[in-house]
């Protein structure tokens, strides 16, 4: 909720990078994350250029836009979000199945999430973003580009098999080097369930 509105007017507004920009929230697993999307034009900007710009929005976000009224702000709407009785038997049974299907069971989940919200500092959201966005090599970020068609180029009059690669960008300062290396020294981590 935070990243929504910034993400959105300095990506898409300000640097005008693409018509669809945005951002989600990743739990998998019990592992926290968020994804950025921005879908541009391969003509107008390379995929390199929108990435330094999403990683310069993220090396900023914490000091430009984590204020104390913002972060107090976003954790009264999401707690009356979650106070919000279930309109519909379909919402009910969608969030009680999700606890049973995630093997938590924690069915009070919303009343706990918003005791937690009320007591929430903008110190303790400071410094759970911190490590996320940092840009040192701690932190992990998978960057995907997908390019489409050129200009010219009927879909409908290709009958031919495409070939697709996978390439890796090696120009980043962050990149993957060695994809066997990297994944020899990946720490597994056992699945998180949250019952209190």
């Known amino acids: 909720m935070l990243m929504e509105e910034p993400v959105f007017d300095t990506l898409r507004t300000q640097e005008q990078l693409g018509y669809t920009v945005f951002n989600t929230l990743r739990n998998t697993h019990g592992v926290l994350g968020f994804s950025i999307t921005v879908n541009t034009q391969a003509t107008k900007y390379t995929a390199e250029h929108v990435d330094e710009r999403i990683e310069n929005f993220l090396d900023q976000f914490v000091l430009n836009h984590l204020h104390e009224e913002k972060v107090l702000y976003a954790a009264n709407s999401l707690a009356k979000l979650k106070v919000r009785a279930d309109v519909t038997l379909e919402e009910e049974v969608s969030r009680n199945w999700n606890e049973i299907v995630s093997k938590e069971y924690l069915f009070n989940r919303y009343e706990k999430e918003v005791v937690s ?15 996320m966005l940092s840009t040192s090599t701690s932190c992990r970020k998978l960057s995907v580009h997908i390019l ?7 879909e409908k009059e290709d009958k031919e098999e495409k070939v697709f690669n996978l390439n890796l960008l090696k120009n980043n300062k962050h990149s993957i080097k060695d994809i066997q290396e990297f994944k020899s020294k990946l720490e597994k981590h056992p699945v998180l369930y949250i019952t209190e």
């Open 117 to 131: 919200l009320a007591e929430i500092k903008v110190e303790d959201v400071v410094e759970y973003f911190k490590p």
């Open 148 to 154: 489409g068609y050129k200009d010219g180029v009927d």
